[in-house]
């Protein structure tokens, strides 16, 4: 009898560590999407902001050339 109380102990401390460890876990994958989502948001943003002044710089060559022609 004190054998099984003893494993029954134990086996509640490991789901205890395993709801702990799942709870972390889903935590640590929460902030890690959002980060990802983050990223990926800026990139985007970065991305158009770059082309947009490239496409500005081009028009701007271009009326620069017409008023000089």
């Known amino acids: 009898m004190n054998q099984k109380s003893s494993y029954n102990n134990a086996n509640g401390q490991s789901m205890h ?3 702990v460890l799942l709870k972390l876990f889903s935590a ?3 902030y890690d ?10 990139l985007h943003t970065m991305t158009y902001l ?4 490239e496409r500005k710089q081009q028009q701007l060559a271009e009326e620069t050339n017409d008023v000089t022609d």
Request: no cysteine.
């Open 28 to 30: 640590i994958s929460f």
């Open 17 to 19: 560590g395993r709801a």
């Open 33 to 42: 999407q959002s980060l990802k989502k983050i990223v990926n948001e800026n």
């Open 50 to 53: 770059q082309n947009a002044a």
